[in-house]
Every structure is written in C-alpha cells, then in structure tokens.
C-alpha cells in the first residue's frame, strides 16, 4: 500500500525533529524540504526556493507538517491554505519568545515576528510542545521584573486552534544502565555555545568554581576561550546519542538553568537515564522534574551553591535513579506523542 505523502519543513534537524520523522516515516512518506537559514543573507534565496519547491509538490501532498515557526513557515502556510492543504507548525520554545536581554527569541526581531504572526493566522492548527508556550510569565531572571511570553501573549488576536502535544522519547535507548555506579558529586548539562548564558552555563561554571570537589561536564560546546575555567569543569562538543548517554549514564545530577525553555528534551533525555534534575523555575521544567531534584527560583549563584549543597548532603535513596526514570516514561513515552500526532493528521 502506498504511504500518504506529507511535506515536512525544518530549518535544522535536532533529536525531536528526528523523532517526529521516524513517527511520521511509520504511515507517511515524508518529502523534506530544509535550507541553512542561519545564514540569513540568503534568506531571500531560500524563501524563493522553497516556495518553487512548495508549488511544484503541494499537489501531492496531504498536509504540511512544520517545525518551528520563522521565515521558513510563512510559504509552507500561504501556499497550504491557498491550495486547501491542512498546515501544522510545531513550536518549540523560540518561535513564541523575545527576552531582549538576552538576544534571544524569534519574537523580538521586528520582520520575523511579523513571518510568525502570518504564518500562525494562516496555519490550520498550532502544536506547541507544552502549556507554556501559549502563555508564561516568569521573573527568574529579575525579580522586580515579570517576563511575560507565549503565543497568545505577542499575538492576543490569534484565532488559530491550539493544541499542545508533548515531545516523546525512546525510553527503551534513554535508559539506566544497572552495571555503571553514578558518580555521587557529578553534574551534566548540554548546551550549545550561543546558549551559554540563556542555560545558565556561566552559573555552573562559577559553581565549579566554588565547589571543587565535585565534577562538571558542559556537553554540546568546546571549552570556551577567554574564560577562567576550573579543571573540575569539563567541555566536550556535540556527541552522539550513544555516547551521550552513556555519559549520562555515569553522572549523577543534570543541570537546566535555563531563562526559557520551551521544553527541556535533554532533561527527559538525562532523567530517563537516572539523573536528578537541577532546573530553573521556568516554563514547563518544574512540572517535568515531578517533585524530584530541586528547582532555582531565580537565577543567583549564591541561591543555587547553597540549594546544591543541601542535595549533596541529603541522605541518598537507593531508588532515585528509578524514580526520576519513572516520572518521565509515564508522562513523555514516543508513544504517547505518535498516538497524539496519528490521532490528529489527515489520513
């Protein structure tokens, strides 16, 4: 039987791009349309591209699947709706932000807010990855000051339905790995370097600074230079997933220090492994911890030295790496959100 053919739009191919690929390749065939639209001189060049690919495939397709909202969603969804094709656009966490302190969120730049804001209208429904994503207000990076976010927040006239579908994983590769003892003061976090302050990288570098008996390890950048960086803080750049979870595998705490995050996929990633969560009050990432680990209520070095100093003298249950493991398989299983998905799309 030949497989319904769905285009699937993405400026860039994170692990949940992925896996929403593999779920959809199970009864669609997929027909990928992506540019390098970090490089933003050629935005012109791609919108035209894409928009030559999109007529000559519309066609055949049942439905447009997007992931993320930008310069690359607003031809996906003009052309969808012109040719009554349904259009779904996965948000994530920056297609629905603008924190200008910190140069981060789509929203804050004029011109692609206003891509957003068209390709959100003409959209036939939205799929942001969590509650948060709508509406959220957080004053963790100032108390005095109420950061507010989300969809409804920058654009209060949307009529487009919502529906929020939550990431999943494969609980059966994030695993615990009973033959290897996890090292009682280690750390992890996985951030790239244009994200070294927006996830806290610089509060656990000034940690490892004042904690010099425990380890830390920074996944996803090199070692930064023109930074003082202590020997018990650690850099490794991008590594696959096996490796990755391996390292996880053998580190006992995993930090989330995010200013925003939409959703905290290496958190899931990193507890399914048996890590305790570290994180930020923000967003969706204190309801993920479920009660486990413990949550930074703003972002101050003296409050998160002294809240992991009391984790690190706590008495030790045996069964936390199971507990934290458990929180995520019964809430953020692949197979939740591919029920979800089939549920919704076309057919």
Request: aromatic fraction near 12%; include cysteine; hydrophobic fraction near 40%.
């Amino acid at each position: 039987m030949t497989k319904p053919k769905v285009l699937l739009v993405s400026p860039s191919f994170q692990s949940f791009v992925q896996e929403d690929m593999r779920i959809l390749s199970e009864r669609y065939e997929l027909i990928v349309n992506t540019y390098n639209w970090q490089q933003k001189i050629y935005a012109p060049f791609y919108l035209f591209a894409q928009c030559i690919h999109i007529l000559s495939t519309i066609h055949k397709v049942h439905f447009v699947f997007v992931h993320f909202g930008g310069y690359w969603s607003f031809f996906p969804s003009l052309l969808g709706r012109f040719f009554g094709k349904p259009v779904y656009i996965v948000l994530h966490g920056t297609d629905s932000a603008s924190i200008p302190d910190l140069n981060y969120g789509s929203l804050r730049i004029p011109l692609l807010k206003w891509f957003c804001r068209k390709s959100y209208e003409w959209a036939t429904m939205l799929l942001p990855v969590s509650e948060s994503l709508i509406h959220t207000e957080s004053n963790f990076l100032q108390k005095e000051k109420l950061v507010k976010n989300g969809i409804l927040y920058h654009f209060p006239d949307l009529k487009t339905p919502i529906k929020v579908i939550p990431n999943g994983f494969n609980v059966k590769f994030w695993n615990i790995d009973a033959a290897v003892n996890k090292e009682n003061q280690s750390f992890i976090a996985v951030l790239s370097a244009p994200q070294f302050i927006l996830k806290g990288g610089d509060l656990i570098l000034e940690l490892a600074k004042r904690l010099k008996s425990c380890s830390f390890l920074i996944v996803g950048m090199e070692r930064p230079g023109g930074l003082l960086v202590p020997d018990n803080l650690q850099f490794v750049g991008t590594v696959p997933g096996n490796q990755l979870r391996a390292l996880y595998q053998k580190t006992r705490f995993y930090f989330q220090l995010s200013s925003f995050e939409g959703f905290g996929c290496a958190l899931c990633e990193a507890m399914l492994c048996g890590c305790i969560p570290v994180v930020s009050t923000v967003n969706i990432l204190p309801e993920i911890t479920d009660n486990n680990g413990i949550i930074l209520v703003k972002r101050d070095i003296n409050l998160l030295e002294r809240k992991v100093k009391e984790l690190l003298n706590a008495p030790k249950n045996e069964g936390e790496q199971e507990l934290v493991r458990k929180s995520i398989v019964n809430r953020y299983d692949r197979e939740n959100r591919k029920k979800l998905l089939f549920d919704l799309l076309p057919y």
